[in-house]
């Protein structure tokens, strides 16, 4: 299979530093990749670092990245000490980094969510096996439910081993807001996202719930993570995962959690949970890089 080299490491111009007591050299960077289009990231998630900073004792900072890839790669090198991954981030990053998942989001009181293959409700096309030789859009190669999990379902249920033959053309976007996007000013002929990505594009597009169809949905995936990396020190990792926990209680920072990921809670997570997707990751190796 043709092999998709992931970008490397990027960081958006973006840093915002938070109050707390320690010198600058001790603060802890929190990394974030925007899941849509969302230019002020970095001004919302503010109060977040703030109140880390608060709980911790310590500075706090939080760092927008250009794609999961690139927050994979910084906190590898020791730049990013707390990641928001997916779940493909986090099994890329513990394979390679040894990165320790401590906590996942939970979203309508569930701990995982699908995949969906989205096409224009004009398009003529009403299921898979009508995808063929079509352009697809997705958001990044490393997103569990724009890549990794549709190719996946392909090639468990309809015998597609190799995606970028299967379709005619294939693109990244960027974001899942750009990908249903794409689809929807018919620049694409499918867009495979997280479901169901289309109620975050209601204001802008305020028919794109009937102009967008979704024709098929994968199994589950994990929710997204709070991933820490192994060096960190152990009592440190407790405190971190004691004050994410502590959110839960507090209304103002589940709610900018559920602006940023649409995240209604923070629940404990284990290594195991992720093994679904360590498998498919096995399955299209090839196909996603860090390198």
Known sequence: MKKILMMSVGVMALSLAACGNGDEEDALVMGFVPSSDSDNIASTVEPLADELSEILGRPVEG?????????????????????????LGYVQGEERYGFEVI?????????????????HEESGIDNIEDLEGKSWVYPDPAS?????????????????????????????????DGALVSVYEGEADVATTFEDARSVLTDDYPDIMDTLKVI??????????????????????AEIKEAFLSFNENEEMIQIMNDVYRW????????????????????????????
Request: without cysteine.
């Open 144 to 176: 569990p439910a724009g890549f990794l999990f549709p190719a996946t379902h392909l090639a468990e249920n309809y015998g597609v081993e190799d995606v970028q033959s299967f379709f005619g053309e294939e693109f990244q976007a960027g974001s899942n």
């Open 63 to 87: 760092s927008v990245m250009v794609n999961y890839s690139g927050l994979v790669e910084a906190m590898g090198s020791g730049n990013v000490d707390i990641g928001f991954l997916p779940a």
């Open 103 to 119: 906590l996942k989001s939970e979203r309508n009181g569930e701990d995982s969510y699908r995949a969906q293959f989205v096409v």
């Open 264 to 291: 209604d809670g923070i629940i404990e997570a284990d290594p195991s949970d992720y093994d679904i997707v360590r498998d498919a990751y096995n399955l299209f190796r090839d196909d996603i890089s860090l390198d």
């Open 216 to 237: 098929e949905y994968t199994e589950a995936i994990p929710n997204d993570t709070i991933t820490l990396i192994e060096e960190l020190d152990e009592d440190l990792k």
